[in-house]
């Protein structure tokens, strides 16, 4: 028979950032890379003043093809690690 080699539409896009918070319960981070569609964005917080752990919930608020917006359940200072993974 005939093999045929795997045809790939598009690439992966990756990328880390983070958004710094100042007593905020709010931030928006713009993504490096383009995106066709919207990505898939985790978020994980960081008490950087402290022991490294913070005792907030935190989820998305707005999110598109260009940028992302979290929100905390309560004022923090510390950053929010973000991980996107899209086309």
């Given at each position: 028979?005939?093999?045929?080699?795997?045809?790939?539409?598009?690439?992966?896009?990756?990328?880390?950032?983070?958004?710094?918070?100042?007593n905020?319960?709010?931030?928006?981070?713009?993504?490096?890379?383009?995106?066709?569609?919207?990505p898939?964005v985790?978020?994980?917080?960081?008490?950087?003043?402290?022991?490294?752990?913070?005792?907030?919930?935190i989820?998305?608020?707005?999110?598109?093809?260009?940028?992302v917006?979290f929100?905390?359940?309560?004022?923090?200072?510390?950053?929010?690690?973000l991980?996107?993974?899209?086309?």
């Amino acid at each position: 028979g005939i093999r045929k080699s795997p045809k790939y539409e598009s690439l992966v896009n990756v990328e880390a950032g983070y958004i710094d918070l100042s007593n905020e319960n709010n931030g928006t981070y713009t993504y490096t890379l383009s995106y066709d569609e919207i990505p898939s964005v985790v978020g994980t917080p960081y008490d950087s003043t402290g022991a490294g752990t913070v005792n907030v919930n935190i989820y998305i608020s707005t999110i598109s093809k260009t940028e992302v917006e979290f929100t905390t359940s309560e004022n923090m200072t510390g950053r929010i690690y973000l991980q996107i993974v899209g086309f």
